[in-house]
Structures are given as C-alpha cells and as structure tokens.
C-alpha cells in the first residue's frame, strides 16, 4: 500500500518528460550526457525543516529554493545545469502542499533548464527533509575552484549584501519585525536568484569563486585558506543592500559581512580583466563591486575608508576571527 502510494507520488508530482538525450525518471540511474571538453560539476545540498526551514513556510517557495541553493553552487563553478534529482522525505502525504512544492521546483527547474531527472521518496515522521543533487558542465580547466585565488586579485561581489539576514532575523523574532522592511527584504531570503548565467561567464576569466551562503568573510576566509593567501577589503566598497540604511551601524555592518543565504558570487580575477567583468555584468543586468584585493599573507582584513582595520564589534565577527585574522 505505501509503495503503491509512493510511486503515485512521483508519477504525479516528479515525473517530468526528460529533453533529448537524457534518461529520465522511471529507471533505475538517469542517463546524461558529458560534451567532449567539458567535466561533470555534482553538488548536493540538504535542507532539513527546523534547521533550515520553518515548518509553516511556503511550499511552493520550499520547492524553489532547494533547488536554488544547489543551483547557486553551479553557478560559483562556473558550471552550466544539466540536471537535478531529489531525494524528499515527508511525514504524511498532504497533496496540496506537495502540489505547491513540485510546483515551486519545476518553476526553477524550467527557467534554469535544469530537468529533474531522478530521485527518491520516503516517508520520515520527524518531518520534511530535502536533498537536491545538481549536475552540471563546465569546460575542461576553466571551473572557478576555490584553490585558485592569487596574490594581486581583485575581489568582488554580485548583488547587495544583508537582506536575507536581516529578514530571517526578524521572522526568527531576533530582530523587531518592522512591515516594510520585512516585505522588501523576504524575497531575497524565499526565492532568491541563482547567478548562472554570470558565473558560467565568469569560468575562464576569474580566478577563484563561491557563492555566499554562511556570510562574506567566512565565505571569502574558505577561498583564502584553499588559495593560501590573506584579503584586504574596503568596507566601504561592500555593496549593502538599500533595505538596511538607517538601522544602528554595528547592526548594519554584522549582516553585510556575516549574514547568510544569501547566494550572491564572490569571486577573485586579474586586474587585467576589470575592463571585461563590467561588461559582462553590464550585458547581463548583474550588479559587480570591486571590493578589495587579495595579499600576502593569511589575515582577512576589512579596512575603513583611510585604510584602518575596523575594530572588532561585540557579536557577529566571530567568523572574521575564523577567517584568520589575529
Ligand atoms: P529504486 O527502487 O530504484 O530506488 P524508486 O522506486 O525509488 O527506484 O524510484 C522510481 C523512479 O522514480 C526512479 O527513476 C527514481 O529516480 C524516481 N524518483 C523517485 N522519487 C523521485 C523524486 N522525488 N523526484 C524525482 N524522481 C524520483
Ligand atoms: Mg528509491
């Protein structure tokens, strides 16, 4: 009876026609296809209700977003999708919220064209758990690994920084829910924008890249640490989204440089290419800032508009200690 369950479930919520070429759901293994030249990019990211989603949320926003944050690590390799699974687990079939949730997933899942193409459904009383596996390609040698940061690079960022922060905080009721900030801050947090077409540019021409979903510094600290190097970073120059002007400025800086999920790139290049990342950021619609340089060295710095290192505040720099700095 649970099986027979089981596999209504998938016929009728994950079981989309797979495009030419592939093998999709039905069997025992998808089948996908590599092109000559290019690798395989696989990433898997889970999300679990209560750690790292409310029980009460979305499920159509739920369904976006596991596959977005997997997509995200796609795009900081500089890999183009090739296709998904999912692995779910759910306590009881609700047919409303698993309509809205494959709905959600197949929306991304068609904009990005990455096709799901296989997976596995299980029953857990504990509650929802969601495991997204993306496949992707990126050109032989041009994937923007972590390891690959020099000395010299320019560091930038995609997007503005701290809305996701600043909404999960107040939804958490760590910060007092203010309407208007909240309705402007929440979409980035539910149904935030994987950078794909950006950083498949972005394979071959930047050096080092990842996508920022633990907060900046310990983000970019992860880079350093592969790349054996140290950064200096211009606070000032760190893009803040337009949602947290006028909140108390300790506050304010916290969620810029150690808020999380939020997917936006941080990336490290040649100054030569300062001139072609504009470009591709300007054809793209992609907002790009020039935030800081990597050095010698293995300390994390960010540094006011005269060059002195900000002083550590109370709470929240803590990941800029992990980062290296002494
Ligand atoms: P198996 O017995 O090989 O584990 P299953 O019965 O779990 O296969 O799944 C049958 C088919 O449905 C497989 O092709 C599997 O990849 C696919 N599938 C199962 N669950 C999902 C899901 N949540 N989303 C997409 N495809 C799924
Ligand atoms: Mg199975």
């Not at 999709?24 to 990019?41: E, I, K, W």
């Not at 209700?49 to 739920?62: M, N, R, S, T």
């Not at 600043?166 to 203010?178: C, K």
């Not at 402007?184 to 994987?194: H, S, T």
Request: with cysteine.
């Amino acid at each position: 009876m649970r099986s027979d369950s089981e596999f209504d479930l998938i016929a009728r919520y994950f079981s989309w026609p797979a495009p030419a070429g592939m093998l999709g759901v039905g069997d025992d293994c998808a089948l996908l296809p590599v092109s000559h030249g290019f690798q395989m990019a696989v990433s898997s990211d889970m999300l679990v209700e209560g750690q790292h989603f409310f029980a009460d949320v979305d499920p159509a926003d739920l369904g976006y977003k596991a596959l977005a944050v997997n997509l995200s690590d796609l795009a900081a390799m500089g890999a183009r999708p090739v296709a998904c699974t999912l692995a779910l687990s759910i306590p009881r079939i609700d047919h409303d919220w698993l309509k809205a949730f494959s709905e959600g997933f197949q929306t991304l899942s068609r904009q990005a064209q990455c096709p799901l193409v296989g997976g596995d459904t299980t029953r857990n009383p504990a509650g929802v758990v969601i495991s997204v596996t993306v496949m992707g390609e990126v050109r032989r040698n041009h994937a923007l690994r972590r390891d690959a940061a020099k000395v010299g690079d320019d560091i930038w960022v995609t997007g503005h920084l701290g809305s996701a922060e600043l909404a999960l905080r107040m939804l958490q009721g760590r910060l007092p829910a203010d309407a208007a900030r909240l309705a402007a801050a929440r979409p980035v947090l539910e149904r935030p924008w994987p950078r794909l077409r950006f950083g498949q540019r972005l394979a071959g021409m930047a050096h080092a890249a990842l996508d920022i979903s633990d907060g900046l510094l310990q983000d970019l600290g992860h880079i350093l640490r592969a790349s054996q190097c140290g950064a200096d970073l211009t606070f000032d120059r760190i893009p803040a989204a337009p949602v947290l002007d006028g909140l108390d400025e300790a506050l304010r800086r916290d969620m810029i440089l150690a808020g999380g999920d939020c997917y936006e790139l941080c990336f490290t290049a040649s100054p030569k290419r300062r001139e072609q990342i504009q470009a591709t950021a300007r054809l793209l619609d992609v907002p790009v800032s020039r935030i800081g340089v990597v050095v010698r060295g293995d300390a994390l710095r960010v540094l006011d508009a005269d060059g002195n290192p900000l002083p550590h505040g109370p709470g929240g720099y803590d990941h800029f200690r992990a980062a290296g700095t002494p």
